[in-house]
Each structure stands twice: as C-alpha cells, then as structure tokens.
C-alpha cells in the first residue's frame, strides 16, 4: 500500500497548491468570507477526490493541467457540502476535521455564504477546462437528482423505521455520486470515450458505496479524536445506515464485496491500475 | 412603454414554459425538495433578468434555443439568492413574492437545500449549450467576487455608519453583477465579440444599478401591500441603501441619470435597440 499513500500524498501536495491558487486571498474584500472559505477548504482532510479525479485522468493518458481544474473543483465541492451539512438546521455538527465547524467559527450566514461561494467558485474553476460536459457531470452529480437529493432523503429518514433500499438510495446519492464524478471527470479531461467512462464510473459507484459503508462502520467503532468529527451521532440520531439496516457483520461483509467488484474493474484498467486498485482497498482499511 | 410590457409578458411566458421543462417534477423522489423548488420558481416575479437575456441574443442575431438555456439558468441562480437572503441567518424574511418565503413553508434545512439545488440546475442547464464561457461568466456575476460579496458586504454593513462607496460596493456587486451577466449571457449565446460584448455590460452596469436604488427607495415609499414583500426593513434593520446615504431626492435623481446613460447605451444597439432603452425606463418607473 505505499504507492497508495504516495499518491495520495503527492495528489494532497499538488491539488492544495492549485487550491491556493484558485480561492481568492484574505486580503481580497469581503475578507471575512474569503477567510471563512480558505477556513474550510485548508482544514486538511485526505483530498479522496481529486486523487482519484487525478488517477483517471493519468489512467487515460491525460497530459497538461486539465486535471487540476476537476480536481479542485471536486474539493471545493465536496466541502460546500460538508459546510451546508454540518449547519444548525441541517446535522448541527460542532467539529470537522478537528476544528470547529465553519459556522461555529464564522457564524451561520457566513457560513451558508461560503458554502455557497465554494460551489460556484468549482464551476468557475470548471470552466477553465473549456470542456462543458465536464460542468454537466459535476452538476448532475450534486443536484436534486445526485448529492443534494441523498442528503434531502437522509434527513428526512432520521428517526424512522428505514429500508436497505432506501439507505442505498441515501448512499449511492450522497456519497458515491460525487466519488463516480470524480473519476468521469478525470476521464473526461483526458479525452475518454463514453466506454471507457462507464467502467470508471462503475468503479467509482462500487468504492462510493464501501467508503459509505466504512463511515458508518466508523461511526460506530471509531473515536471522535480518531476521526476528527462526532462519532456515535449517526445511531443518536437514528440515521439510515447499512448497519443499522443489515447490521455491524453483514456491513463490513458487504463493504468487503463492494471493493473486490472495485478491484476487478481497475483489473481492466491502464497504467493506474494497480493504484486504483490499492485506493479502493485504502477506502475498506482506513481508520481500523 | 406598450412594446416592453408585451416584450415582458412573452419572455415570462417563454422562459415559464422552459423552467417547467427543466425543473424536475414534484413526483420525483426526493419529492419535497422539487416541491420546494417549484414552489420558489414558479412564485411569479417579472422575471428581468431572462427579458434581458432574451433581448440581448436578439438584439445581437442570436437564433435557436440556446437563449432558453441563459434565461432559465438566470431565473433559478436569482431564485437561488433570494431563498438563501430569505433564511432567518441572513434578512430573516417572512414573504416573498406575495407568498411565505420558502423556509417558512418547508423548513430551514429544505430552504438551505432547494437553493443549492437551484443554484447548481442552473449551471447544469446552462452548460446544455455547450458554451464553458457561458459558464465562466454566470459563476463570475454570482461569485465571492460578485453577488455573494455583495451580499457579505450588505450584511457586515448593517447598523452601522456607511459610506457611498460602500453602498456602491453593495449595489453593484448585490444586483448589477447578475443583470450585467443577463445581458452578457444573451450576448454571448448569440456569438457576440467581446467589443460588443462589453456594450451589454455597461449597459447593464447602469440599469442594474438604478434598478438597486429604486429598490431602496420603493421600501421607503411603497406598501408591503403592493409590493409582495416585507418594506420598511430596510430602516429598521439599519441597511446601507442610497436613500440612507445621499437622501431620498439624490437617490431619485441618481436613478434618473443612470437611466439616461443606459438608454444611451441602448442607442447603439441593434434590432432591439428600442426594446432595450424601454427596459431602463421600465426600471424606474416600476412601482411608481
């Protein structure tokens, strides 16, 4: 697995330089907002996406900096999501990645505005592709029908009675979709055809719905100083997860066979292959 | 002034007919968030912006259907920021368009979500034009460095002593970024150059800003009544406006030269030259 953390590494190193690059400076007015998304987007994490975003688009023989716009705009987005998550009126979450919650720091309008902010900034930054299909994938994955409309389902889930159907509606939305856009993405800015594009995109559904399953796997068996956030709300708020569904054995069992099916499709992948094999196994391993 | 409401009733009637197609049906899981996004949209309102984008692919020979896609993502990013400033953290208010404000007849966290939803619709519709410039610049009016500026710099603002560049600031950012980008939208969609590309925009700049100031002077002067929205909140809630800065005498006068140059601007356009300069008269004379 030392190639894995390699390249994650060198993906964490590169796509935070292309993030400095794109937020505006503190200096630029309003300061406070500025402040509030550099706050948000600087506060570490494992940039999950762009790697993989940067994975496919080398897998498919990508050459310039293409990737560098999906890649950071994938990051930008995925912590406006995490912004809006993490609001009062939303999941109330005190601390992420170690740190209190941008809301905690900035207050709730700043807070929304700078989520706000990050998701219209990742489509700027998309735009510099010249490539709109490549803002079409990222949309698709965030709206009604991706992201936003698993996060809509989770909240209205919480407390009641739920379905493996409806936790895989849940999951498959609000994680995987943005994972699967990570790797079309880096596809897509390579040139891939529309082929090629479904095996990484059904790669990606696989690792998106083990890397949700391992989070609530987590949520249970981890610590809140481990994991940087709060652990054991996923059961104080009765939300729909895999375990609470199909219970602690049956996930990790499932969680298992979802990164196996992963690794047979990098099988049949190109020069990455073996890295995006390894990422999909580094998703079942983390944090146990 | 016949001509411009009849160039307003059809371009509502048009741009209505595409959000309906491009907004997903309220039967559509997760139903309560498309509900709440049709809810907002189809709330009435003079729908400006998507007139202004009609009339500037006009005015510069634009053919097809590529207009609908600028028209309807303008409509939904200005729904967008009027669902976000509505929520309690921000302006706080209770109507909107005749109508409660989405958060009062859904809840905060489907407000804060139907706005994201909206938001990224938008550049998800826009980019069925295949134009990544388009893009550039919707995400560029709406950015930290646009409208959401606009909006962070309103908020610190309020209750305290401000100047007129200050209120400048506000405006041009809040309001005049999004109806410069209507015009340059329709300008660009109908393959205009970047020279008469710019004529758009400082058209735009004036209207947008005089569309601002009598904005603040219609909640001194006007009804919640005739207006569909909450007035005099801008006086209790000590916001930088114009009339609060340079009188109630100057901001009209102001308003009425801004006019004059847009509508001098508009004297250098094309076919819809005559549409455009009624639309800056328009501006004015709303609610009057």
Same mark, same amino acid.
């Given at each position: ?29 309003? =300061?406070? @907002?500025? %402040? *509030?998304?550099?706050?948000?987007? /600087?506060? !570490? &994490? ?89 803002? =079409?994938? @990222?949309? %698709? *994955?965030?709206?009604?029908?991706? /992201?936003? !409309? &698993? ?89 729909? =997860? ?47």
């Amino acid at each position: 697995m030392n190639h894995v953390n390699a390249f994650l590494k060198d993906s964490k190193t590169r796509v935070e330089l292309v993030l400095d690059q794109v937020l505006p400076p503190i200096t630029h007015r309003p =300061t406070t @907002l500025h %402040e *509030a998304m550099r706050y948000s987007m /600087m506060a !570490g &994490g494992k940039r999950l996406r762009p790697a993989l975003c940067y994975a496919a688009f080398e897998d498919c023989g990508g050459q310039g900096d293409a990737a560098d716009w999906g890649a950071s705009a994938l990051e930008m987005v995925h912590t406006f999501s995490l912004i809006h998550d993490d609001l009062p009126c939303m999941d109330d979450d005190d601390f992420r990645r170690g740190i209190p919650t941008c809301h905690k720091k900035f207050g709730e309008a700043m807070a929304v505005l700078a989520g706000d902010a990050l998701s219209i900034l990742a489509f700027q930054v998309l735009a510099r592709s010249g490539n709109a299909q490549a803002v =079409t994938i @990222l949309a %698709e *994955a965030l709206g009604s029908d991706g /992201m936003l !409309g &698993g996060q809509v389902v989770d909240i209205e889930s919480e407390g009641k009675p739920c379905t493996l159907e409806t936790v895989d509606y849940i999951h498959v939305h609000k994680t995987s979709a943005l994972i699967e856009a990570s790797l079309e993405l880096g596809s897509v800015l390579a040139g891939a055809n529309a082929e090629q594009r479904k095996l990484y995109r059904d790669y990606g559904r696989a690792i998106g719905l083990a890397f949700q399953i391992v989070d609530d796997i987590l949520d249970i068996e981890s610590s809140t100083e481990a994991l940087g956030k709060d652990v054991g709300s996923d059961i104080e708020n009765q939300k729909a =997860t895999y375990p609470a569904v199909v219970g602690l054995e049956e996930s990790k069992k499932q969680a298992r066979i979802l990164v196996d099916r992963a690794v047979e499709f990098a099988g049949r992948m190109g020069p990455r292959s073996a890295v995006l094999a390894d990422l999909a196994r580094f998703i079942v391993e983390r944090g146990n």
